[in-house]
């Protein structure tokens, strides 16, 4: 039997959980109205918690800069996993032969998107919705298993992850930046292109640790408080360039 002092912190948590419900949905029933609508609530729509007229509009939109920023983005990103997965395996890995970082499967889709890109070859559209399903499911593994190794950092180890976050926020703000000054970028590009190098750092970083025991406790620290440090940090650099 639970000691009543648990019902009553259960209850004390469970009460603004609950008012907390109500707005949250209610912002989750907004993003789904037309922008016409978006912040006007009738009788007829539950207190504004279901969405009339339903639309996702708003969020396949691209974020930030458009489908242009999107186009640049997509070329630093093959870039930046291209190297991630052949070099950065290769350090993560202790050195020795290159081909370890062959064996990375990103390095190989990377290398068939060129060529079914520069040969305009395409798959069925069954199997592109498929392998596509499949690909999702990575994310939400990876961040069980980041959440997994969160749970296990003790504070004092954190302030390691807080300077080293800090170092790379801003190496990967003034790098990017100084480069693409130096060879003249435009604004659209110069942005997404601090954009992409500024983010934090990603969960794959964490996978591979794990894989090649690279310290991965220390990397799942980097990963929560770059994340942490980024909610501030991305509308700032958002705001230079927008």
Same mark, same amino acid.
């Given at each position: 039997?639970?000691?009543?002092?648990?019902? $009553?912190?259960?209850?004390?948590?469970?009460?603004?959980? &609950?008012?907390?419900?109500?707005? %949250?949905? $209610?912002?989750?029933?907004? #993003?789904?109205?037309?922008?016409?609508?978006?912040?006007? %609530?009738?009788? #007829? %729509?539950?207190?504004?918690?279901?969405?009339?007229? &339903?639309?996702?509009?708003? @969020?396949?939109?691209?974020?930030?800069? !458009?489908?242009?920023? &999107?186009?640049?983005?997509?070329?630093?990103?093959?870039?930046? +996993?291209?190297?991630?997965?052949?070099?950065?395996?290769?350090?993560?890995?202790?050195? !020795?032969?290159?081909?370890?970082? /062959?064996?990375?499967?990103?390095? $190989?889709?990377?290398?068939?998107?060129?060529?079914?890109?520069?040969? !305009?070859?395409?798959?069925?559209?069954?199997?592109?919705?498929?392998?596509?399903?499949?690909?999702?499911?990575?994310?939400?593994?990876?961040?069980?298993?980041?959440?997994?190794?969160? #749970?296990?950092?003790?504070?004092?180890?954190?302030?390691?992850?807080?300077?080293?976050?800090?170092?790379?926020?801003?190496?990967?703000?003034?790098?990017?930046?100084?480069?693409?000054? $130096?060879?003249?970028?435009?604004?659209?590009?110069?942005?997404? /292109?601090?954009?992409?190098?500024? %983010?934090?750092?990603?969960?794959?970083? @964490?996978?591979? +640790?794990?894989? @090649?025991?690279?310290?991965?406790?220390?990397?799942?620290?980097?990963?929560?408080?770059?994340? /942490?440090?980024?909610?501030?940090?991305?509308?700032?650099?958002?705001?230079?360039?927008?």
């Amino acid at each position: 039997m639970l000691n009543r002092s648990y019902y $009553w912190l259960i209850l004390a948590l469970a009460i603004p959980a &609950f008012i907390w419900l109500v707005p %949250t949905l $209610w912002m989750v029933s907004l #993003s789904f109205q037309p922008n016409d609508v978006l912040a006007r %609530t009738t009788s #007829s %729509t539950a207190l504004g918690l279901i969405p009339a007229p &339903f639309t996702a509009e708003n @969020y396949t939109a691209l974020f930030a800069f !458009g489908q242009a920023g &999107f186009d640049f983005a997509v070329v630093i990103f093959a870039v930046m +996993a291209i190297m991630s997965f052949t070099f950065g395996v290769w350090v993560v890995a202790g050195g !020795g032969s290159p081909v370890t970082a /062959l064996r990375e499967p990103l390095v $190989w889709g990377a290398v068939l998107g060129l060529l079914f890109m520069l040969m !305009g070859w395409t798959v069925p559209e069954w199997m592109g919705n498929t392998l596509d399903m499949i690909g999702q499911i990575a994310i939400p593994l990876m961040l069980v298993t980041l959440g997994v190794a969160i #749970s296990r950092l003790q504070p004092r180890s954190l302030g390691r992850a807080v300077w080293m976050s800090a170092l790379k926020l801003a190496v990967c703000v003034s790098l990017p930046l100084a480069v693409g000054l $130096w060879f003249g970028l435009p604004k659209l590009a110069l942005g997404v /292109l601090v954009l992409q190098v500024a %983010t934090p750092v990603a969960v794959t970083s @964490y996978m591979l +640790a794990t894989k @090649y025991r690279a310290g991965a406790d220390e990397v799942a620290g980097l990963v929560m408080v770059s994340t /942490l440090i980024s909610v501030v940090a991305i509308p700032v650099i958002l705001a230079f360039f927008i």
